[in-house]
């Protein structure tokens, strides 16, 4: 086990009402990546999977911080901001730049938890679940973006599971 069951912050359902649903998986999903991540070096974090994947739990953490990014900082918020560690040259830098390098590991948690804690505040500052972002000219309803991130990292987090495994052997949470 990662950690024991007393001290695992993440929830086990019970949530009430749709956004307590969304916003409250959301969190559980956000707090699972930290966990697979918890107790590695600058080396494990940006160990790749297998060739030629450029899959490491470090461009997982920096993807997701771009993925945060554009769904609340730019779709819901309307911001027109420089997306995080993507180039039009290199579309993959937040996997091609993950390098084991500590102040890169430093500023990919620094960025994540910063775009983390602003989707916070969009979702607990909007009136409600219908609330409509601009997406590539389309409407998008915040309900949505949330259900995308659960899926988003769900998705990522069984990437996460089999990168753990392969750096130290830990499986499981």
Same mark, same amino acid.
């Given at each position: #086990? ?17 956004? $307590? ?6 969190? /559980?999903? @956000? ?9 590695? /070096?600058?080396?494990? #974090? $940006?160990? @790749? ?11 997982? *953490? ?7 990014? +554009?769904?609340?900082?730019? *779709? ?11 180039? =039009?040259?290199?579309?993959?830098? /937040? ?18 938890? $910063? ?6 505040? *969009? =979702?607990?500052? $909007?009136? %409600?679940?219908? =609330?409509?972002?601009?997406? /590539? %000219?389309?409407?998008?309803?915040? @309900?949505?973006?949330?259900?995308? #991130?659960?899926?988003? +990292?769900? @998705? ?14 830990? =499986?499981?949470?």
């Amino acid at each position: #086990m990662f950690v024991h069951p007393d001290e695992d912050t993440r929830t086990d359902g019970g949530f009430q009402g749709e956004r $307590a649903v969304l916003v409250g998986y959301l969190r /559980d999903q @956000r707090l699972t990546l930290e966990l697979k991540c918890a107790g590695l /070096d600058a080396e494990a #974090m $940006a160990r @790749r999977a297998v060739e030629p994947s450029n899959l490491s739990l470090l461009g997982l *953490v920096r993807h997701l911080a771009g993925v945060e990014q +554009y769904w609340f900082r730019q *779709v819901m918020a309307g911001e027109g901001v420089r997306r995080h560690y993507r180039t =039009v040259e290199d579309p993959a830098a /937040d996997f091609t730049g993950a390098v084991a390098d500590p102040a890169v590991v430093a500023d990919a948690w620094t960025t994540w938890r $910063a775009e983390v804690a602003f989707a916070e505040r *969009v =979702v607990a500052e $909007a009136l %409600g679940l219908e =609330v409509a972002g601009d997406s /590539d %000219g389309e409407p998008m309803e915040l @309900r949505e973006v949330l259900v995308h #991130m659960i899926e988003e +990292y769900a @998705r990522h987090n069984g990437h996460a599971d089999f990168l753990r495994e392969r750096i130290d052997g830990r =499986v499981g949470q």
